[in-house]
C-alpha cells in the first residue's frame, strides 16, 4: 500500500524556521517526484517545491526561491522541506504528493495537482507573531 504521512508543522513567528517531513511507504523514491503543495483558505492549492531524486532535479516555486529547501533521503523513504525566513503568506495547510519519475520533462516536475497520483494528509503551517 503507498502511503504518504507528513509531519512538522506547527505555530511560528515571522522570520523564523519549520522543517516538515513526508515519510512514504510503499515507495521507491528514486522512482518518484515528490513535490510539496500548499492551500491556504479560500486560494487554490499552488506547488511550493518538488524533487526528483533518481535524476538529481529540484524545482522550487518563484515565492519560496532562496527561502526553502527541499531534499530526500531515500534510505529513510522520506522527503523534508526545511523552510527559512517565513512569512505570513506562508501560512496554509501543506501536502506531500508523489507521481511517477517518468512525468518530469525537461528538468520540470508536473505543477498542477490533478497530475499527482498519491496525497498525504496534509500539516498545518501557521506563520503569526
Known amino acids: 500500500q503507498l502511503q504518504l504521512v507528513e509531519s512538522g508543522g506547527g505555530l511560528v513567528q515571522p522570520g523564523g524556521s519549520l522543517r516538515l517531513s513526508c515519510a512514504a511507504s510503499?515507495?521507491?523514491?528514486?522512482?518518484?517526484?515528490m513535490s510539496w503543495f500548499r492551500q491556504a483558505p479560500g486560494k487554490e492549492r499552488e506547488g511550493v517545491s518538488c524533487i526528483s531524486s533518481g535524476d538529481g532535479i529540484t524545482n522550487y516555486a518563484d515565492s519560496v526561491k532562496g527561502r526553502f529547501t527541499i531534499s530526500s533521503d531515500n534510505a529513510k523513504k522520506t522527503v523534508y522541506l526545511q523552510m527559512n525566513s517565513l512569512k505570513p503568506e506562508d501560512t496554509a495547510v501543506y501536502y506531500c504528493?508523489?507521481?511517477?519519475?517518468?512525468?518530469?520533462?525537461?528538468?520540470?516536475?508536473?505543477?498542477?495537482?490533478?497530475?499527482?497520483?498519491?496525497w498525504g494528509q496534509g500539516t498545518q503551517v501557521t506563520v503569526s507573531s
Open positions: 504528493a508523489a507521481v511517477h519519475a517518468g512525468t518530469v520533462v525537461a528538468g520540470r516536475c508536473p505543477q498542477k495537482s490533478s497530475e499527482y497520483d498519491y
Open positions: 510503499g515507495f521507491i523514491l528514486d522512482y518518484y517526484a
